[in-house]
């Protein structure tokens, strides 16, 4: 069992920057695979990007690369999204996720716990 919290969505000015923060606790938490995703009214859940259990491997949706940065800190159980130069289109409601998985992925279906969401919205 995983309990997921996240923190630092906002009102932010395009351009702008946030760092969103996920707070984990469980069993083996340090040996799963985290990861963000997204969803706006009326879109399906998308993924961001995820980070493997030890902080080593990342991979990133090409909408986000180059402004947003996935992080962990094992010793605290946080998970963290550095989101720079923000766009009106990242605005949406940000999920924290974990998966048993040991590999890293993108699949939603491969994430069985998620946190209440925190939301993000950027203006032009």
């Known amino acids: 069992q995983v309990s997921l919290v996240e923190s630092g969505g906002g009102l932010v000015q395009a351009g702008g920057s946030l760092r969103l923060s996920c707070a984990a606790s469980?069993?083996?938490?340090?040996?799963?695979?985290m990861g963000w995703f997204r969803q706006a009214p009326g879109k399906e859940r998308e993924f961001v990007a995820v980070?493997?259990?030890?902080?080593?491997?990342?991979h990133y949706t090409d909408s986000v690369k180059d402004r947003f940065t996935i992080s962990k800190d094992g010793a605290k159980n946080m998970l963290y999204l550095q989101m720079d130069n923000l766009k009106p289109e990242d605005t949406a409601v940000y999920y924290c996720?974990?998966?048993?998985?040991?590999?890293?992925?993108?699949?939603?279906?491969?994430?069985?716990?998620w946190g209440q969401g925190t939301q993000v919205t950027v203006s032009s």
């Open positions: 996720a974990a998966s048993i998985s040991g590999v890293l992925t993108s699949h939603r279906e491969r994430f069985g716990y």
């Open positions: 469980g069993r083996t938490y340090s040996r799963y695979t």
């Open positions: 980070i493997s259990w030890s902080g080593g491997s990342t």
